[in-house]
């Protein structure tokens, strides 16, 4: 069973910067290269909203409110799946989830959430002004 655990929240003064990691385990093989991943946060009151994709051979898609600042990266060989996060501001603040899509080719995948398979905890992140 595939295993996302995030790690990297935390609370930040607008204009700051953070740096989410999602660790994964339960593939078996080299399962973690071929899924592509992604980043999704949900605000209090908001529905869930993808923030960041990244194929399986590093192909990236974001999210119009976070072009330019924010920046999705992977470790195949670690498993491990990162967020770069920029000139955070308030409208940053939300629970921040790592998720894994196995089944959906890259062409075809967009950020919400039918499209992924596993979910991780998520980790919180607090933008103060």
């Known amino acids: 069973q595939v295993q996302l655990v995030e790690s990297g929240g935390g609370s930040v003064q607008s204009g700051g910067s953070l740096r989410l990691s999602c660790a994964a385990s339960?593939?078996?093989?080299?399962?973690?290269?071929?899924?592509?991943m992604g980043w999704f946060r949900q605000a209090p009151g908001k529905e869930r909203e993808g923030v960041a994709a990244?194929?399986?051979?590093?192909?990236?898609r974001y999210a119009e409110s976070v072009k330019g600042r924010f920046t999705i990266s992977r470790d195949n060989e670690k498993n491990i799946l990162c967020l770069q996060m920029n000139s955070l501001n308030p409208e940053d603040t939300a629970m921040y989830y790592c998720?894994?899509?196995?089944?959906?080719?890259?062409?075809?995948?967009?950020?919400?959430?039918?499209?992924?398979?596993?979910w991780g905890q998520g980790t919180q992140v607090t933008v103060s002004s």
């Open positions: 998720a894994a899509a196995t089944r959906r080719a890259w062409l075809w995948l967009q950020l919400r959430d039918k499209d992924f398979d596993y």
């Open positions: 339960g593939y078996t093989g080299s399962g973690y290269s071929t899924s592509h």
């Open positions: 990244i194929s399986s051979n590093s192909a990236t």
